[in-house]
């Protein structure tokens, strides 16, 4: 069997076109532009490069950019002020303050003191507890993004044997949440996990969040299953920079039923997501209906 590919890239694509189909209607029916403000701290390249993106994403589908970039020596008390600022403000909708911090600010302090009705990247406690126990809250992009690619492909997933590698609160926990949500059978597994290939041969939707480089090969994936591959691993191979993601790519695409590739898989549906809560944070802010399609 050769998997259908999972087109993370036109996937995401459809998504920004729907926020930005969304976000003309509210702003001519009622004069509201959602705002999406990124904290950055210190001059990390990925970051910078990350935020760039973020920018330039929310610029396109219509919606206002706040950026604000800190030195790296900004202070606690510095950081907590801007946020509060920004939570008090309502032009703001959205609030992401771009991770990793400096070593000298405490995250989990800072995260938790974004609002977390703004809180688009859903790492705010309240949010975490809020998708533990099934109620509405702002969901982590990268495993929103999974699921919506999930849905389309399946319809329901329902009743699925869902085996998610990776137990990290930004990725395997949210995405093993919402697997539950829909109803799947999940299994976490982790680097403790005894007998891993057999665990993931149960998988009719397998997930990989591991951070090792194609370490989840073809002899570990069930005929048929879909594997949504979330790693983002940067290797050399025959002296040339290469991205590859957690999953042997060619070995489990001859096995599998469906398959997101690395580039052009997961990764572009993290900004689709984020511009996605940013609209969603929006219409509850205002009271106007939640874009259909666009939340778990
Ligand atoms: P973390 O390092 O936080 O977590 C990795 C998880 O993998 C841990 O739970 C760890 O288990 C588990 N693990 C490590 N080694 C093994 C092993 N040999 N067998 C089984 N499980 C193992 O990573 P993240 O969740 O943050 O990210 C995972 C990957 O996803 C990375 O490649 C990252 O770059 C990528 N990523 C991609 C995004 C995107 O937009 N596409 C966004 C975020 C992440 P244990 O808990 O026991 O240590």
Not at 221 to 248: F, Q
Not at 280 to 295: D, K, V
Request: net charge neutral; glycine share 10%.
């Amino acid at each position: 069997m050769t998997a259908k590919v999972i087109d993370g890239k036109a996937f995401a694509a459809t998504v920004r076109g729907q926020v930005a189909a969304h976000v003309a209607r509210i702003k001519e029916e009622r004069g509201i532009t959602p705002g999406l403000a990124v904290v950055l701290v210190g001059e990390d390249p990925a970051s910078q490069v990350y935020v760039r993106n973020k920018h330039a994403s929310t610029i396109e589908v219509g919606m206002n950019s706040f950026e604000h970039r800190l030195s790296a020596e900004t202070g606690e008390a510095e950081l907590l002020a801007l946020i509060d600022k920004l939570n008090a403000d309502p032009a703001v909708h959205g609030i992401l303050v771009q991770l990793p911090l400096p070593g000298h600010l405490n995250s989990e302090l800072v995260i938790n003191r974004i609002a977390p009705s703004k809180d688009v990247d859903g790492f705010h406690i309240s949010n975490v507890g809020l998708l533990g126990t099934g109620q509405k809250s702002m969901v982590p992009c990268t495993p929103l993004g999974c699921l919506m690619m999930l849905r389309d492909h399946h319809g329901s997933l329902a009743g699925l044997n869902a085996v998610v590698v990776g137990r990290s609160n930004i990725v395997g926990k949210p995405m093993a949440q919402l697997l539950l949500g829909d109803s799947c059978t999940v299994t976490i597994a982790h680097s403790r996990t005894k007998d891993l290939a057999e665990v993931c041969r149960r998988a009719d939707i397998l997930v990989a969040a591991v951070g090792r480089p194609e370490m989840i090969t073809g002899d570990m994936v069930r005929p048929g299953a879909t594997v949504i591959d979330v790693g983002i691993n940067r290797i050399e191979r025959d002296g040339k920079a290469k991205l590859v993601g957690d999953v042997h790519y060619a070995s489990a695409a001859a096995v599998a039923g469906a398959i997101t590739p690395v580039p052009g898989g997961v990764g572009p549906m993290t900004i689709a997501c984020l511009l996605a809560n940013t609209l969603t944070a929006c219409c509850r802010a205002n009271g106007l209906p939640e874009p259909e399609g666009l939340t778990a």
